[in-house]
């Protein structure tokens, strides 16, 4: 699916330049100041304008891609081109529980138990904290929810680091995980998700953590939200503008700190519903937008960032399987590659397993139509129709046994069933056979362990990292 003509990136490109070169950004952190001035940006006061040549040199050598393994070092994903990738959601300060229903202030428990869901789920490629944990220090909580995720699911791992500290412990932790800091780096399995401000703020804290990563040559996802007609232009034109000029802005801080380290082209459409003042995740704009900016990251070779299988509802019905589907079916028809939030209720203020479970199976769906038709010799079946002839059926011939699995794809979740057995089974809905699978997955999968020595280290390092930072909280 395109939704742009070539002329049409062209001039987004060039309105993103231009808006990173005339108007510039505000940086807030001195050191990065500094050394954008030593590069050759206009630097007055906060504010930083970066000529053209100094943000295509940076994609000179910012990596068109790059493989992701999981926690024991397997390759998982290869974030690149077209492919299309999915996640979990992440950080809402509320969790609609995972057995009752119910809402409540999000806990490490519940983040722990939704990395175990998604760990079950095998159209699930990634996993992000499901929430934003209440019930620790804020300052802390990404220690706590490393813990918990890392712990709960082999599956590569994308974290938000709430400290430039905490970001330093959590990669520290991951190299315990990985096998030590070299091993991580050839095959890391972890990605932080630093978020700038739109319009164009890049707070101190956020730039140390583009740094940490680029240091440590871990892969980096820019996230900066846009809101038409609230932090960015009302046209979504011009939002794909800002999101692409600030995303070039973050790879162009990473790329002066450490060229060659590994940067998506990418951010947040976040569409605000005018008449409720709230960000509507089930807006279709949203994911025209990013369908869009994909577009144009796909046109320097970059690796994108798409936010799908959220929904403004705030039960499991059929606004939530709408919205979802839509999202989801469409930015992969888009080749977004890294696709977070599938979970997201309520406008992004809960995390919730069973819109995960949901979404999963809307993206086995969408996974078989996007892998298309295969046509060979084969799949044409000649010599089958020849053998079946008119009048036949084709239920006995070994060809259909060879191919029925590839073919079609099985749903786990979606009632076939005729009416006298559905009926007869109580009428379940789709909310009833989803929390079925969520009990199911909470109560039977055991996901892999890490041994003892791993689990004392990551237990040490936490409590390190947690003193330290409170330590330095309390000193100001």
Request: aromatic share 6%; with cysteine; charged share 25%.
């Amino acid at each position: 699916m395109r939704v742009l003509a070539d002329d049409q990136i062209w001039e987004i490109r060039q309105a993103a330049f231009e808006v990173i070169e005339k108007s510039g950004f505000k940086c807030l952190h001195t050191g990065a100041r500094k050394m954008l001035a030593a590069a050759g940006a206009v630097v007055t006061d906060e504010r930083v304008k970066i000529p053209r040549y100094i943000v295509e040199a940076c994609l000179n050598t910012v990596p068109r891609g790059w493989t992701i393994y999981d926690r024991n070092g397997r390759r998982a994903m290869e974030v690149e081109g077209r492919k299309s990738h999915f996640s979990t959601s992440t950080a809402s300060p509320n969790t609609k529980d995972a057995l009752t229903g119910e809402y409540h202030e999000t806990r490490v428990q519940d983040i722990a138990i939704g990395a175990r869901v998604a760990d079950a789920l095998p159209n699930i490629d990634f996993v992000m904290p499901m929430g934003s944990s209440q019930d620790v220090d804020g300052n802390v909580a990404d220690l706590h929810e490393f813990e918990a995720v890392v712990t709960n699911t082999t599956k590569p791992m994308v974290f938000i680091g709430y400290t430039p500290t905490g970001c330093e412990y959590v990669f520290e932790m991951a190299a315990v995980v990985a096998g030590g800091t070299e091993r991580m780096r050839e095959r890391p399995f972890v990605m932080l998700y630093p978020e700038a401000i739109s319009p164009f703020v890049f707070p101190r804290e956020v730039v140390d953590r583009i740094f940490i990563a680029a240091d440590r040559f871990m892969p980096q996802v820019p996230g900066a939200t846009a809101q038409p007609g609230a932090t960015a232009p009302m046209t979504l034109a011009g939002t794909v503008v800002q999101v692409t000029a600030e995303s070039l802005i973050h790879i162009v801080l990473a790329q002066l700190r450490k060229p060659g380290c590994p940067v998506c082209m990418s951010g947040n459409v976040g569409i605000l519903d005018m008449a409720t003042a709230l960000m509507a995740f089930g807006a279709p704009e949203g994911s025209l937008g990013l369908a869009a900016q994909a577009q144009v990251a796909q046109s320097f070779g970059l690796p994108t960032w798409g936010l799908a299988g959220a929904t403004d509802a705030k039960r499991l019905d059929a606004q939530a399987g709408i919205e979802s589907t839509f999202a989801i079916f469409s930015q992969a028809l888009a080749g977004l590659n890294l696709i977070h939030d599938v979970g997201y209720m309520a406008s992004g203020m809960a995390c919730s397993c069973e819109q995960l479970v949901m979404g999963n199976e809307i993206i086995g769906m969408t996974k078989r139509f996007v892998e298309g038709i295969t046509v060979d010799a084969d799949t044409l079946a000649r010599d089958v129709m020849d053998a079946v002839g008119p009048g036949g059926n084709f239920l006995a011939q070994r060809h259909t046994v060879d191919h029925l699995r590839k073919e079609l794809w099985q749903a786990r979740l979606f009632n076939r069933q005729p009416i006298a057995a559905w009926q007869a089974a109580g009428g379940p809905t789709m909310e009833d056979r989803v929390r079925e699978e969520v009990r199911d997955i909470v109560d039977g999968h055991q996901p892999e362990p890490l041994d003892g020595k791993t689990l004392d280290e990551l237990h040490r390092l936490k409590r390190d990292g947690e003193k330290e930072i409170l330590e330095r909280m309390e000193k100001g």
